[in-house]
């Protein structure tokens, strides 16, 4: 996957990584924008969650591209990423890694410049849908006038995309695993592992989640993944706000 979105034809077309998640995608589409950046261009990648901003940002400085970079996300110190921001030279590429709901707050600001941002990473795309930053980010698009390149990564097939992101002629790197998977279902087949799909009526499913568990032998031991810390506490609270005794894990 890295080898391929380093081909000559991935630079400067509107590009669809489709990969799981741990595959190595955040490399794939870091080592593209090092080139970007070397022909003093500067770069902007936009992710659902400050968990990832941070590993992204961790990633790009131990590959030592020599290249300025700047992470923004909530829950961080906003002077010193307006500090940051504002010691990025007139003619220094660098590279923004930020969230989109502290990245809007920066631009409306003014303290981001956009004018000189003209390659874009949507990363985990799929997620910021989910997460309802869909306005957030058509407000960062569209802020940004100079754009000749935008990458989209995405770990599922079924993500429609926006026709505000003028997403068109783009070239697809599909890296999803079609081996072992029915036609009707989006999950893979491992031996041994019987998988279950539990619908919920309703957005929030942590009353959903509660019949489920209630559902279960009452020797059962489960265990309850969730995307981010900030879930996980969620879960964790309401589950012992109605008598379900839980251990709370998070990084």
């Keep these: 996957m890295q080898e ?11 590009t ?25 261009k500067s770069a902007l990648v936009i992710v659902p969650s400050r968990e990832l901003a941070i590993q ?5 400085r131990k590959l030592k591209p020599g290249f300025r970079s700047v ?37 409306e600001r003014g303290n981001v410049p956009t004018n000189r941002i003209s390659i874009v990473v949507l990363d985990e795309y799929d997620k910021s849908l989910e997460l309802g930053f869909e306005d957030e980010l058509k407000f960062i698009v569209t802020s940004l006038s100079h754009v ?18 003028n997403f068109r002629n783009y070239r697809q790197i599909d890296f999803l695993k079609k081996d ?13 592992l019987e998988i279950y799909q539990v619908k919920s009526p309703v957005k929030d499913k942590l009353d959903t989640l509660r019949d489920l568990l209630c559902s279960l032998d009452d020797d059962a031991q489960v265990i309850v ?24 894990y998070h990084g």
């Design 4 to 14: 391929v979105m380093l081909e000559e034809k991935s630079f400067g077309q509107n």
């Design 16 to 40: 669809l990584l489709l990969s799981p998640t741990g595959s190595g995608k955040t490399i794939a589409f870091l080592l593209p924008l090092i080139k970007h950046l070397s022909d003093q």
């Design 56 to 60: 992204i940002h961790e990633v790009f």
């Design 71 to 107: 992470c923004c996300y909530g829950g961080h110190d906003i002077k010193k990423e307006i500090d940051a921001l504002s010691g990025i030279g007139d003619n220094e590429p660098f590279l923004l890694i930020a969230t989109s709901g502290r990245l809007k707050d920066h631009i």
């Design 148 to 165: 000749s390149q935008l990458i989209l990564t995405s770990a599922t097939h079924a993500m429609p995309i926006a026709p505000w992101l």
């Design 180 to 192: 072992n998977m029915s036609e009707d279902s989006k999950y893979e087949v491992i031996d041994n």
């Design 225 to 248: 993944f969730s995307n981010y810390r900030e879930s996980s506490e969620r879960i964790a609270h309401y589950l012992s706000d109605h008598g379900i005794e839980s251990s709370l």
